[in-house]
């Protein structure tokens, strides 16, 4: 069989993702806090991209704002269908403010600053601490815990120990990162020193840290605050499970007790810190912020996009005129390509505020009555179902919806929400399945925690009550949603 060489034609046709594409669908779903942060890397990195001042956009008309990726504010209906594609640079920007045309910013800021005001007295603040050195933040568990080491009277050889076992602990003050026994190798010492040393640390505060596992936790609490006590130490030295169970019967039986000191006892365990790192470890609080207002006019509900907090941008002037100018010969390449990437973010923000109001339109039609009546009249919604009445792709819908959050008259709800599943009822028309854990969730807090409904109960009264059908695995699925525990683990006794 001959090999040749031949040369052939064909016509293909492939989908292939530009860089501003993959922009442009990377700006659909990030939340507020994300494009806010990207806007600022990029005008870090762009140096045609300006912010304007608000006080500039305030009479800026719909074509303008659109141009620096803002939404009219003057405005609740939807905007004028645009052209999806990347307009011409000169037609973005034509109407844009004129921009202070400052080249060298390093001289600039040199002479338009003014020294700060100093002290006459010579050497009074030569010793002061930078401005770095002066800002505060929340104590950790390792600082807590080194404060304490420093403060104790402990030997060298101690201190270097209690070093390497505060190291080793986790954010919940357990010692998981190295057994003693590694940690006496790495210290060079015998394995009953580095267990004395720990046993002091142990008595730091907090009470239990330093603990190997959840029962030598709770012993030493018990044994520092109930130290006469024997009935609570034998309960958490051999029966943690049971406790955990509530099978209390099983262990009076066990212990040879009554019932009644093993129930004082799991009431004494249940004010214990099982984690008791966790003070020390709290994560900062997340605001969320909506990106979008459903506010009702009249008898109509309106969606307003929240621009606030995000920068509107325009192209530089200057970086124009020098381009327009022949100035930068060496630089044109350069200062083209920055132009054209800033005027496509420009417009991919815009078009992210806009589909996210389209979005939030379509919403609104099919959950009015939620909007009127609250979390009870919530209907069942896919994401095909918006995307057909908008005629956008499921996936796009899935992008707009992911960490967006809408302020509405029931309160503030990712915008993913109001997408469920249906729950079929006896008579009527579906449920959507955020309205029945909402019932369930009623129905548990409404109950007698010394005689807690089981799932079937649970169901019968769905049933019953509310004319909803649905199985038992699927209660048990939505209660385990809502972080509630079983029947048996609900029960109390005291």
Known sequence: MSMEIKQQLKILQQLKMTPQLQQAIKLLQLSRMELANLIAQEMVENPVLEEIPDYETANLNEKELQEMGGEPRDKVKEPQQQNDGPTELVE??????????????EAYLENSSSPLPTNHFKGLNDDLPGIEATLTRSEDLVDHLMWQLRLSNFTDDEV????????????????????????????????????????????FDPIGVGARDLRECLLIQADY???????????????IPNLEKKRYDLIAKDLGIDMDDVIDAAKIVSTMEPKPGRSYNEVEPQYITPDIYIVKIGDEYVSMVNDDGIPKLKVSNYYKDVLNNGEAKNAKKYIQEKLKNADWLIQSIYRRQRTIKKVTDSIIKFQRDFLDKGINHLKPLVLR????????????????TTNKYVHTPQGIFELKYFFN??????????????AVKTKIKKIIDNENPKKPLSDSKIVKLLREEHNIDIARRTVAKYREMLGI?????RKRLF
């Open 92 to 105: 973005a920007t034509e109407n844009m403010a004129k921009a202070d045309e400052v080249a060298n910013w």
């Open 160 to 203: 270097l120990i209690g070093i390497q076992i505060i190291g080793n602990l986790d954010e919940s003050g357990y010692l998981a990162g190295a057994t003693v026994e590694e940690i006496a190798v790495e210290s060079e010492c015998s394995v009953e020193f580095a267990e004395e040393v720990l046993e002091l640390i142990q008595e």
């Open 225 to 239: 605050y109930y130290a006469h006590n024997r009935v609570l130490r034998e309960v958490i030295d051999k029966h």
């Open 385 to 400: 179902d918006v995307a057909e009445d908008i005629g956008m792709h499921e996936s796009t819908i899935s992008r707009v």
């Open 421 to 434: 599943s249906s729950i079929s009822k006896v008579h009527g028309e579906d449920i959507a399945s955020e």
């Open 485 to 489: 525990l079983s029947s048996t683990k």
